[in-house]
T-cell receptor, first 115, second 116 residues
Framework: DSGVTQTPKHLITATGQRVTLRCSPR?????VYWYQQSLDQGLQFLIQ???????AKGNILERFSAQQFPDLHSELNLSSLELGDSALYFC??????????????FGSGTRLTVV | AQSVAQPEDQVNVAEGNPLTVKCTYS??????LFWYVQYPNRGLQFLLK??????LVKGSYGFEAEFNKSQTSFHLKKPSALVSDSALYFC??????????????FGTGTRLKVLA
């Protein structure tokens, strides 16, 4: 157990639907990062939050949004789902704040399948 | 922007032989480099990092990586491969976002297969 908890582990949904992925960072970690892993795109950075505030955006579609709550857990919302959104979605929290020196701790991911 | 490249999609090595997984980087300024391993149906696990200091970095599970500034490389190595080392390996570099914070850029991954 890495200390980063992601739920659900698996999700199957239909095109056009909306889903919410949840992440609880390691105790004490203030930063949360979301990544999408697909076969053809590799690991793509989506978005970062630090202590409740959005800090950086990557290749995140407008149909996707995220937030970090006061208890530091984060949710990634995916709407108007398309077949191409099928992927593994990882959440990570950082060891040393958001200075990027210490490495990430990853959750085990949520496998989203859009049918 | 910073980037890393992993030129090999797959590396096969016999158990007991030394292994090398290659990574080259392109950065402006001092590089912060990382290696992660991903086992099937699992998240990525941190192996080691280079921030500054000795060019040979030792990490988890007997892995080490050699930072070579002149060749802009950060190859992952292990003297004697185990079948249990078979996994997907990612090289990553720290990048600065437009808001001045940091994120990691990952390579495309190299699948290591250790044959018994």
């Amino acid at each position: 157990d890495s200390g980063v908890t992601q739920t659900p582990k698996h999700l199957i949904t239909a095109t056009g639907q909306r889903v919410t992925l949840r992440c609880s960072p390691r105790s004490g970690d203030l930063s949360v990062y979301w990544y999408q892993q697909s076969l053809d795109q590799g690991l793509q950075f989506l978005i970062q939050y630090y202590n409740g505030e959005e800090r950086a955006k990557g290749n995140i579609l407008e149909r996707f949004s995220a937030q970090q709550f006061p208890d530091l857990h984060s949710e990634l919302n995916l709407s108007s789902l398309e077949l191409g959104d099928s992927a593994l979605y990882f959440c990570a929290s950082s060891v040393e704040g958001d200075r990027g020196r210490g490495g990430y701790t990853f959750g085990s991911g949520t496998r989203l399948t859009v049918v | 922007a910073q980037s890393v490249a992993q030129p090999e999609d797959q590396v096969n090595v016999a158990e007991g032989n030394p292994l090398t997984v290659k990574c080259t980087y392109s950065v402006s300024g001092n590089p912060y480099l990382f290696w992660y391993v991903q086992y099937p149906n699992r998240g990525l696990q941190f192996l080691l990092k280079y921030i500054t200091g000795d060019n040979l970095v030792k990490g988890s599970y007997g892995f080490e990586a050699e930072f070579n500034k002149s060749q802009t490389s950060f190859h992952l190595k292990k003297p004697s491969a185990l079948v249990s080392d078979s996994a997907l390996y990612f090289c990553a570099v720290r990048d600065t976002t437009t808001s001045g914070t940091y994120k990691y850029i990952f390579g495309t991954g190299t699948r290591l297969k250790v044959l018994a």
